[in-house]
T-cell receptor, first 113, second 113 residues
């Protein structure tokens, strides 16, 4: 009963370094999302995917790229990390439909120094 | 467009006090409404939801009623416990906007013994 799993849970990067955050879900959900959570700003959508091989921009996509090569996985990449990308990142997934809840991962705390 | 506005925190209450966290929304179409809870160091979990006007969602002693006439979905609990200390997020899904969730900024609740 894993649900949504994010790796890693913590990471410290130097400015300019790159990294990939992995999200995996085992509920056969069509939709997957990446959010960032910052104090006083709630959750802001970075990118999302409506199915394997598709991605779309959310509210704050700049500086991030994503890929969904398999239905169960959604990757978030930072090509050149900046201190402004210091945040807690959450992955979520759900089935299509207005009544369906989103299931969240435990989060990745990223610090860029 | 779609947006969620919830009362600013933080909120501090004594155990057994009455809780209200206000949430209002704007939406295109007929949204579904949700309350999520985030305990320290964890991801978001669904607390309750309502999918049509006058529906009441309830869980763990928390309740919220979908009020279309006032575009509100206020969260209430009659007697809070220390274990209710968390951040609470109001959210909506609206048809015509894909499957995207729109979140409020979150309200931090601390319950003191």
């Amino acid at each position: 009963n894993a649900g949504v799993t994010q790796t890693p849970k913590f990471r410290v990067l130097k400015t300019g370094q790159s990294m990939t955050l992995l999200c995996a879900q085992d509920m056969n959900h069509e939709y997957m999302y990446w959010y960032r959570q910052d104090p006083g700003m709630g959750l802001r959508l970075i990118h999302y995917s409506v199915g394997e091989g598709t991605t779309a921009k959310g509210e704050v996509p700049d500086g991030y790229n994503v890929s969904r090569l398999k239905k169960q996985n959604f990757l978030l990449g930072l090509e050149s990390a900046a201190p402004s990308q210091t945040s807690v990142y959450f992955c979520a997934s759900n089935h299509f439909g207005r009544n369906t809840e989103a299931f969240f991962g435990q989060g990745t705390r990223l610090t860029v120094v | 467009g779609n947006s969620v506005t919830q009362m600013e925190g933080p909120v501090t209450l004594s155990e057994e006090a009455f809780l209200t966290i206000n949430c209002t929304y704007t939406a295109t179409g007929y949204p579904s409404l949700f309350w999520y809870v985030q305990y320290p160091g964890e991801g978001l979990q669904l607390l309750l939801k309502a999918t049509k006007a006058d529906d009441k969602g309830s869980n763990k002693g928390f309740e919220a009623t979908y009020r279309k006439e006032t575009t509100s979905f206020h969260l209430e609990k009659g007697s809070v416990q220390v274990s209710d200390s968390a951040v609470y997020f109001c959210a909506l899904i609206s048809p015509g906007t894909g499957n995207q969730f729109y979140f409020g900024t979150g309200t931090s609740l601390t319950v003191i013994p």
